[in-house]
T-cell receptor, first 116, second 114 residues
Framework: DTGVSQDPRHKITKRGQNVTFRCDPI?????LYWYRQTLGQGPEFLTY????????KSRLLSDRFSAERPKGSFSTLEIQRTEQGDSAMYLC??????????????FGDGTRLSIL | AQSVAQPEDQVNVAEGNPLTVKCTYS??????LFWYVQYPNRGLQFLLK??????LVKGSYGFEAEFNKSQTSFHLKKPSALVSDSALYFC????????????FGSGTKLNVKP
């Protein structure tokens, strides 16, 4: 079990640029989640995949945000035309799903996005 | 609205003393309850969970938590705090009607002083 890995750990970009983050979940986990965490707050749910299907999206996820999990393994989160308010830590988590409903989520160390 | 609350932004305790970090939830139905810890610039690490059964659950690093249905609380406890326990602690709730989502509290910063 190598854990959930996220890349990059830090991203600094200018307002208006596009950014893409990658998440590699624990290999046997079929569920993958994206969260956003701002300073002093708990993680806020953004979206969730079961295998390759994106099953739920938060209204926090504006049309500038898109997430994919093309083969049911790694996932990408893209933010287009970044804004100052997008500055945050973006966390990925994975878990077992299906009939196993009491499993905790395992988190990566996050990607910290700073918009200049 | 369904939610989880951590009423204390910060808890200060001396090393060796017992600690409590509070969590309450508001929900209809039976929640699944979790505690996570976060160290600076790291993701959240799972500590323990309550699903059903014994109201006192034991987790990692000597932590335990007590589920109280009448008070809708799930407080995190440790009999003897360590300086290395200093971190940010999050309570999370998962509701039986929607297993897709965790709802996290706003976090409590625990400071353990030597």
């Amino acid at each position: 079990d190598t854990g959930v890995s996220q890349d990059p750990r830090h991203k600094i970009t200018k307002r208006g640029q596009n950014v893409t983050f990658r998440c590699d979940p624990i290999s046997e986990h079929n569920r993958l989640y994206w969260y956003r965490q701002t300073l002093g707050q708990g993680p806020e749910f953004l979206t969730y995949f079961q295998n390759e299907a994106q099953l739920e999206k938060s209204r926090l996820l504006s049309d500038r945000f898109s997430a994919e999990r093309p083969k049911g393994s790694f996932s990408t989160l893209e933010i287009q035309r970044t804004e100052q308010g997008d500055s945050a830590m973006y966390l990925c988590a994975s878990s077992l799903g299906g009939a196993v409903r009491d499993q905790p989520q395992h988190f990566g160390d996050g990607t910290r996005l700073s918009i200049l | 609205a369904q939610s989880v609350a951590q009423p204390e932004d910060q808890v200060n305790v001396a090393e060796g003393n017992p600690l409590t970090v509070k969590c309450t939830y508001s929900v209809s139905g039976n929640p699944y309850l979790f505690w996570y810890v976060q160290y600076p610039n790291r993701g959240l690490q799972f500590l323990l969970k309550y699903i059903t059964g014994d109201n006192l659950v034991k987790g990692s690093y000597g932590f335990e938590a007590e589920f109280n249905k009448s008070q809708t609380s799930f407080h995190l406890k440790k009999p003897s705090a360590l300086v290395s326990d200093s971190a940010l602690y999050f309570c999370a709730v998962r509701f039986t009607y929607n297993f897709n989502k965790f709802y996290f509290g706003s976090g409590t910063k625990l400071n353990v002083k030597p």
